[in-house]
């Protein structure tokens, strides 16, 4: 039995620890708010008061976990525990101490990856708002991670064997899911660089089409024929993709032939009335514009007309198209040319003269025959 001493020395000590707990949580209430007004100035100076809550939450819970350390380790001391004792009291005070550092970094990454703006307020990197959340859950998962293993370390147990494990069977993980694997590499590819958006019609070596949805494994392409597409994400961040949707301006570039019956005098004028045209119209770029006579064809003399119009949507350059060609027809009748076609001409020469051949009909019995 213990003496009445060692009991008042017991309830002494207990009284302490208990007071020392008040007084660490008393310290736990001022420390927060000291360190979170600070904080809330920056934040309200930064114009953006709505991370004030989000400052507190860092620091709250970090500074409690440290604060319970230091109370356990302190405490540990006045009740004079055994060293068995004080050794897991020593494990202890640094698992809340890894725990504390662990959650700070945690809850940092949550709330400067928390959105496109606010991962451009806090880095000033900017990144596509649909990789947001898995930037965010990786950079968890790894801190999460990294504090378990030292965690474990701290107890004295040897992390090689896990880590070894954990790397076989990851290389096991990955080798069977490695077509996954590869497709969310194929959509982070996409969403990051972002060579198309929903609604784009593009071209690879593969599919031709309009995209319709763009997803975790695999995006849909509807073609022409209205037929729907499911194209790995994988092949489509491996192919050189060609978007139609984001041309500024187009092409135009065709070569009409005109017929040998036209004079030089003739094709000049045409030349420079198409030229004249062209620059009038306000989608064709006048720095782009050509028209030459560039060959005397076999049946035809061809002219060279090039430009580029400022319309990408592809129905607004085929109707703009179609009125400068109307045009450009009308140009060639009022000047009185021809648009020449492909004709081939046949001369027949009479040889008979050359072969001395006799005009009367050639016996059917040979000569001297009987």
Same mark, same amino acid.
């Given at each position: 039995?213990?003496?009445?001493?060692?009991?008042?020395?017991?309830?002494?000590?207990?009284?302490?620890?208990?007071?020392?707990?008040?007084?660490?949580?008393?310290?736990r209430v001022v420390l927060t708010w000291i360190l979170t007004r600070p904080l809330k100035r920056l934040s309200t100076r930064a114009g953006r008061p709505d991370l004030t809550d989000s400052m507190r939450n860092i620091v709250s819970a970090p500074t409690r976990y440290l604060l319970l350390a230091l109370w356990i380790d302190i405490g540990a001391r006045i009740l004079e525990l055994s060293p068995d004792l004080m050794i897991v009291v020593w494990h202890m005070t640094r698992t809340f101490v890894i725990v504390a550092f662990a959650l700070i970094i945690y809850r940092l990454i949550d709330s400067a990856v928390y959105s496109r703006s606010r991962l451009l307020d806090f880095t000033g990197i900017t990144l596509?708002?649909?990789?947001?959340?898995?930037?965010?859950?990786?950079?968890?998962?790894?801190?999460?991670?990294?504090?378990?293993?030292?965690?474990?370390?701290?107890?004295?147990?040897?992390?090689?064997?896990?880590?070894?494990?954990?790397?076989?069977?990851?290389?096991?993980?990955?080798?069977?899911?490695?077509?996954?694997?590869?497709?969310?590499?194929?959509?982070?590819?996409?969403?990051?660089?972002?060579?198309?958006?929903?609604?784009?019609?593009?071209?690879?070596?593969?599919?031709?089409?309009?995209?319709?949805?763009?997803?975790?494994?695999?995006?849909?392409?509807?073609?022409?024929?209205?037929?729907?597409?499911?194209?790995?994400?994988?092949?489509?961040?491996?192919?050189?993709?060609?978007?139609?949707?984001?041309?500024?301006?187009?092409?135009?570039?065709? !070569?009409?032939?005109?017929?040998? &019956?036209?004079? /030089?005098?003739?094709?000049?004028? $045409? =030349? +420079?009335?198409? @030229?004249?045209?062209?620059?009038?119209?306000?989608?064709?770029?006048?720095?782009?514009?050509?028209?030459?006579?560039?060959?005397?064809?076999?049946?035809?003399?061809?002219?060279?007309?090039?430009?580029?119009? !400022?319309?990408?949507?592809?129905? &607004?350059?085929? /109707?703009?198209?179609?009125?400068? $060609? =109307? +045009?450009?027809? @009308?140009?060639?009748?009022?000047?009185?040319?021809?648009?020449?076609?492909?004709?081939?001409?046949?001369?027949?020469?009479?040889?008979?003269?050359?072969?001395?051949?006799?005009?009367?009909?050639?016996?059917?019995?040979?000569?001297?025959?009987?």
């Amino acid at each position: 039995m213990f003496s009445t001493e060692t009991l008042l020395s017991i309830a002494a000590r207990l009284v302490m620890v208990l007071v020392l707990f008040i007084a660490i949580w008393l310290v736990r209430v001022v420390l927060t708010w000291i360190l979170t007004r600070p904080l809330k100035r920056l934040s309200t100076r930064a114009g953006r008061p709505d991370l004030t809550d989000s400052m507190r939450n860092i620091v709250s819970a970090p500074t409690r976990y440290l604060l319970l350390a230091l109370w356990i380790d302190i405490g540990a001391r006045i009740l004079e525990l055994s060293p068995d004792l004080m050794i897991v009291v020593w494990h202890m005070t640094r698992t809340f101490v890894i725990v504390a550092f662990a959650l700070i970094i945690y809850r940092l990454i949550d709330s400067a990856v928390y959105s496109r703006s606010r991962l451009l307020d806090f880095t000033g990197i900017t990144l596509e708002e649909r990789l947001i959340p898995f930037v965010r859950t990786g950079l968890q998962l790894l801190v999460l991670a990294i504090a378990l293993v030292i965690i474990i370390q701290v107890w004295g147990y040897d992390v090689t064997g896990l880590i070894a494990g954990l790397g076989l069977g990851g290389l096991a993980l990955s080798l069977a899911a490695q077509d996954t694997l590869a497709n969310l590499f194929g959509f982070t590819a996409l969403v990051g660089d972002r060579p198309f958006v929903v609604g784009d019609y593009v071209k690879t070596k593969d599919v031709e089409g309009l995209i319709e949805q763009v997803g975790l494994r695999s995006s849909r392409v509807r073609q022409l024929n209205q037929a729907v597409v499911t194209v790995p994400n994988s092949m489509l961040a491996a192919s050189a993709i060609l978007n139609w949707s984001r041309l500024t301006k187009r092409q135009l570039d065709m !070569t009409i032939n005109i017929s040998y &019956e036209s004079d /030089a005098d003739s094709v000049q004028s $045409l =030349l +420079e009335a198409i @030229r004249q045209y062209l620059a009038q119209r306000e989608s064709v770029e006048a720095d782009s514009i050509i028209v030459y006579l560039i060959n005397f064809g076999t049946t035809s003399m061809e002219v060279l007309i090039r430009c580029y119009i !400022t319309l990408g949507d592809w129905k &607004e350059f085929t /109707a703009e198209k179609e009125t400068i $060609l =109307l +045009e450009i027809l @009308r140009i060639v009748n009022r000047l009185g040319l021809h648009i020449a076609f492909p004709r081939s001409a046949l001369y027949i020469e009479d040889l008979r003269d050359d072969m001395n051949l006799s005009e009367q009909p050639l016996s059917s019995a040979p000569p001297n025959s009987k």
